[in-house]
């Protein structure tokens, strides 16, 4: 098992681990998210809107953190799936990083509208009122029924978890692509009519978020295909001491 420090210090992981933040980021921002958040913030606080604007932070605060908490639980799982599955399948990891690039290279014209019937959103429509005490759960369900709806930034960060090649660097991306996708959650709730202007700007302008998300899961997709995230991997390990991978 590794250990945190040799987990953690690693040239590859570090960018992968930006990577997966910037990706949970544009999926809150997608249109399958972003327009339901107010929503969801409501239903895991049990508040009305009107009340939300009088304050409550604690109740805002506590029901944000275990509703991100819930899903979280979900991709840190997936992520230690993909990357144990990497660990064992090093053979052959250069084809299968290049079949999985091009995979992520669909996504991402996918998430850009470029390929026609791969935008449809599959999510449940209808979410239970459960307050604070169902906020866990809610976010298990989250994790699980809007997983065809993120797909895309979550496919990507799931393959950078498989060339990573260890469940808990894995696991580590899916964190760090749950804190990109929870804290905007978070901040939403507890600056709620300060956001207000934010969440229009961001839906006047989604399409160019779309497309600039996209772009970016195309250029990783191309890093993995061309072989030249393996190569900066391995040029990291060589060039920087202290840099070092664990298998």
Not at 214 to 234: C, H, K, Q, S
């Given at each position: 098992m590794d250990n945190i420090s040799t987990v953690i210090n690693s040239g590859s992981l570090i960018l992968a681990m930006l990577i997966a933040f910037a990706a949970g980021i544009v999926a809150f921002v997608s249109?399958?998210?972003?327009?339901?958040?107010?929503?969801?913030?409501?239903?895991?606080?049990?508040?009305t809107g009107a009340e939300l604007n009088e304050g409550r932070k604690g109740r805002v605060l506590l029901g944000s953190v275990l509703f991100v908490f819930g899903f979280s639980v979900v991709f840190v799982s997936y992520g230690a799936l993909f990357g144990g599955m990497g660990s064992l399948l090093l053979e052959y990891s250069d084809w299968l990083n290049r079949i999985l690039g091009v995979l992520v290279i669909a996504m991402g014209l996918a998430f850009m509208g470029l390929i026609p019937g791969l935008q449809r959103e599959y999510r449940f429509h209808h979410v239970p009122k459960w307050g604070v005490a169902g906020a866990p759960l809610l976010g298990i369900a989250f994790g699980i029924g809007w997983t065809p709806c993120i797909g895309p930034t979550l496919a990507a960060v799931q393959t950078l978890a498989f060339t990573e090649a260890s469940a808990a660097r894995g696991a580590l991306l899916s964190l760090v692509y749950s804190l990109g996708l929870g804290l905007p959650f978070i901040l939403l709730g507890l600056f709620f009519t300060r956001t207000a202007r934010a969440l229009t700007f961001l839906r006047t302008h989604?399409?160019?978020?779309?497309?600039?998300?996209?772009?970016?899961?195309?250029?990783?997709?191309?890093?993995?295909?061309?072989?030249?995230?393996?190569?900066?991997?391995?040029w990291l390990r060589v060039s920087i001491p202290g840099f070092e991978t664990v298998i």
């Open positions: 249109p399958c998210v972003l327009p339901l958040a107010p929503g969801y913030i409501s239903y895991i606080t049990g508040l989604n399409l160019a978020i779309m497309r600039i998300g996209g772009a970016m899961l195309v250029i990783v997709g191309l890093l993995l295909v061309t072989g030249v995230w393996a190569d900066f991997t391995i």
